[in-house]
């Protein structure tokens, strides 16, 4: 029974989940890609990579943006957009204008600055906070390990060392708190390509449990997050979206999950286990692989992928040369080679380090090289994810382009209709998104 004092938002309500806590739930039905709820941000930023290409305020993909006069570095659609955005620019305005190169505070750092000084400026409640309010977020603090802790007072040391003229700090104790608060209910924010656009925090939508079989897909018109059914949806029936990767086997999403959000998943896919064997899929020999090796090469697998990683990420911090880009397409193709002899091109690691390499070919405008990984991605991608994947749409999407840059019309607008059909029920039909592709489509 359904407590009178449950918030409700429409057709959705807070509820208590056996097992879960907090959830979320439907009042009513809900058909494939209809909105259940939206949600403004309660902050946002954008990260420094898209910086000139979107509006600070709004994330809007424009071209000629005005910069803000004072550090030359937010850019905006209007003034408008700019003095809406003004009581948390300023937070970092005169902090880029001193520090100049040397301001990096991380992403995370730069959103609980904002919630704190937001919670100043508007102790209420917001309209991002009509079933939960960010106060209620759960910090998991007595589950941190040392390492965690760690972090968490790096960040906060970064905090002091960046912001420090309009704000308030906390004392340490809360703002560990509120630190491990931001690092288990924060979003990111990606385009129709998923490339990173920023991070932000939305509660009511903070409020949704997971499940490695969701029943709804979040999605971004700028700042604003939408969450639409991705299947149909019965009164009574629990929201779940996906707080992680769905590519991976049920293993490797426990562990992602236990070491991000400190909790196992129960959902019929874990429990079954039933795609896992497609997922590890074992190249076909007169002489199979033996267990052994077959966990062997799962664990190589594992490792290098967080090699990769951290490689990367190595080297973007320092740009990308012309070698370092070299060096990871290396790694990838070692990797590949290593894996190839245990494993089917359909096997989800092979697929990481196949993505991996199309990024580094597209980085460097390899466009047939690009080509040739996202051909071998699409198929397996389609057969691993659930219905209505972005991550389906994003790379037929990235193919379509592809093709049309490679003057293949007639593929191009094959792969691009793919994506726009799967967009339509996962972004919306209104999404401007959608409405860019089809103009790519009448511009060839």
Not at 136 to 144: A, G, T
Not at 346 to 375: F, I, P, R, T
Request: hydrophobic share 35%.
């Amino acid at each position: 029974m359904r407590s009178e004092a449950a918030p409700q938002l429409g057709g959705v309500e807070r509820f208590a989940s056996a097992g879960k806590g907090r959830g979320l739930r439907a009042r009513r039905r809900f058909a494939v890609g209809e909105l259940l709820l939206s949600c403004p941000a309660y902050v946002a930023v954008l990260t420094v990579s898209e910086r000139g290409s979107h509006c600070d305020g709004c994330f809007a993909r424009k071209e000629g943006l005005s910069k803000c006069g004072r550090c030359k570095q937010a850019f905006y659609c209007n003034v408008e957009c700019q003095k809406e955005d003004w009581p948390m620019h300023k937070l970092e305005c005169a902090s880029m204008c001193t520090f100049g190169q040397n301001w990096h505070p991380s992403e995370t750092v730069r959103l609980t600055a904002r919630i704190i000084a937001k919670q100043k400026i508007h102790p209420e409640r917001t309209q991002s906070e009509k079933l939960l309010a960010v106060k209620e977020f759960e910090s998991h603090l007595d589950k941190l390990d040392n390492e965690k802790r760690e972090l968490i007072q790096n960040d906060i040391a970064a905090l002091h060392h960046f912001y420090s003229k309009h704000l308030d700090y906390p004392d340490n104790a809360a703002l560990v708190v509120l630190f491990a608060q931001v690092n288990c209910n924060g979003f990111t924010i990606e385009d129709e390509e998923l490339s990173h656009l920023g991070s932000a925090i939305f509660p009511d939508v903070a409020l949704m449990n997971h499940s490695c079989c969701p029943n709804v897909i979040v999605t971004y018109k700028g700042t604003l997050a939408e969450v639409r059914a991705v299947r149909e949806i019965e009164p009574g029936e629990e929201i779940f979206s996906s707080y992680i990767d769905l590519l991976y086997p049920t293993e490797d999403r426990n562990d992602r999950l236990r070491d991000s959000y400190f909790f196992s998943c129960d959902c019929r896919e874990c429990t079954t286990k039933e795609k896992d064997k497609e997922k590890l899929e074992i190249c076909k020999l007169n002489d199979p692989p033996s267990a052994e090796t077959v966990k062997d090469m799962i664990k190589y697998a594992r490792n290098v992928i967080e090699e990769f990683r951290r490689a990367k990420h190595y080297k973007y911090i320092l740009c990308l040369t012309l070698t370092a880009v070299v060096e990871l397409l290396e790694i990838c193709e070692l990797s590949l080679d290593k894996m190839g002899a245990v494993f089917e091109d359909s096997n989800v690691y092979m697929l990481h380090m196949m993505y991996q390499a199309m990024g580094v070919c597209l980085y460097v405008q390899d466009w047939e090289g690009a080509l040739y990984y996202g051909q071998k991605i699409i198929r397996p991608y389609s057969k691993h994810y659930p219905s209505y994947s972005l991550n389906v749409a994003s790379m037929w999407l990235k193919l379509g382009r592809l093709y049309m840059a490679l003057k293949n019309r007639t593929a191009g607008v094959k792969a691009l209709k793919r994506a726009i059909a799967i967009m339509e029920v996962a972004h919306g039909k209104d999404h401007p998104y959608i409405s860019e592709i089809k103009k790519e489509l009448e511009d060839h």
